[in-house]
């Protein structure tokens, strides 16, 4: 059964609006899919309506992830750094939400862990990658780059390449910066290094 609608407005948005009327900052609808950018502090108090309402039911926690629009020079939908984005399903419905919260540099976001325990890994991994703080998190140390690794790879100014690929038995590879090989989009021989790979 697809979500309500009210008077043109998804069921999710209205309840929101209606529980939470400072809360939201704008409603996006994108290719079928509904996202509700609100204040961040009210992240944890809106995931935990929306799961808990009976007549909305989103229990199900998705993912959540992340994007660092610190280099975007085009219209966004929040004015901050970075955009978390949780996407919460309706067992009752099977339908798709999605919560959009911005953050600053160094400036936490509530974890949802209190809500949806399954958010644990996830914000981790946004941790881990762009470094955004999740207020409340237990456990928020690294888990995917080694416990020594310097900076966020996933932030826009981290620079790309330059490092030795390390392959076994002691053998280094080359930089991607040092290697430059044309593709078939780059050439109109078709050709990537010496072989052949569009028949042209």
Partial sequence: MPAP????????????????????????????????????????????????DPELEYKFFSECTCVDYSKWKHERDLPERFEIIYNLYSLKYYSRIFLK???????????????????????????????????????????????????????????????DVDFAKGVKGPAVEDISMPHAGESFEGKTGSEDVSGR
Avoid at 35 to 44: P, Y
Wanted: net charge negative; with cysteine.
């Fill in 5 to 52: 609608v009210l008077n043109g407005e998804r069921l999710e948005v209205v309840r929101v609006r209606e529980r939470f009327p400072d809360a939201i900052i704008k409603v996006k609808e994108f290719r079928g899919d509904t996202f509700i950018c609100i204040k961040r502090e009210a992240l944890r108090e809106v995931a935990l309506f929306l799961r808990d």
């Fill in 101 to 163: 919260a911005g953050a600053d540099d160094g400036v936490p976001v509530p974890s949802l862990i209190p809500v949806y325990p399954g958010a644990e890994y996830p914000e981790r991994e946004i941790w881990d990658l762009f470094g955004v703080q999740f207020e409340g998190h237990p456990k928020l140390k690294r888990f995917l780059l080694p416990d020594d690794w310097a900076g966020h790879p996933l932030r826009k100014e981290y620079p790309l390449g330059g490092e």
